[in-house]
Nanobody
Framework: QVQLVESGGGLVQAGGSLRLSCAASGRIFSSYVMGWFRQAPAKEREFVAT????????DYADSVKGRFTISRDNAKNTVSLQMNSLRPEDTAVYYCAARYGPNRRVESEYRYWGQGTQVTVSS
């Protein structure tokens, strides 16, 4: 069992930055692939970024590539999402998730989920 708790969301103006963090407890964090997903109002949850268990392999949605950076600290059991050049369309609830196995973009392949943190970008 893995418990995930996100933090760092908030209100920011377009062009600004936020850093989201996800703290994990429970089983061995370094064994899990970690992902970030988001859900905007009236939309389905979508993939944002994922990072391999070692941290060496990352993958991003096209909509955030070059603006967002995912990273992890296995010694501290945390995964982060640095978000720069934020746009109003980035407004959503952001979730971190964990899975065994290779990096994946599909949310159904992630077993553990946090409660989410709200990010609001004003224009």
């Amino acid at each position: 069992q893995v418990q995930l708790v996100e933090s760092g969301g908030g209100l920011v103006q377009a062009g600004g930055s936020l850093r989201l963090s996800c703290a994990a407890s429970g089983r061995i964090f370094s064994s899990y692939v970690m992902g970030w997903f988001r859900q905007a109002p009236a939309k389905e949850r979508e993939f944002v970024a994922t990072i391999s268990s070692s941290g060496r392999i990352t993958d991003y949605a096209d909509s955030v590539k070059g603006r967002f950076t995912i990273s992890r600290d296995n010694a501290k059991n945390t995964v982060s999402l640095q978000m720069n050049s934020l746009r109003p369309e980035d407004t959503a609830v952001y979730y971190c998730a964990a899975r065994y196995g290779p990096n994946r973009r599909v949310e159904s392949e992630y077993r553990y989920w946090g409660q989410g943190t709200q990010v609001t970008v004003s224009s």
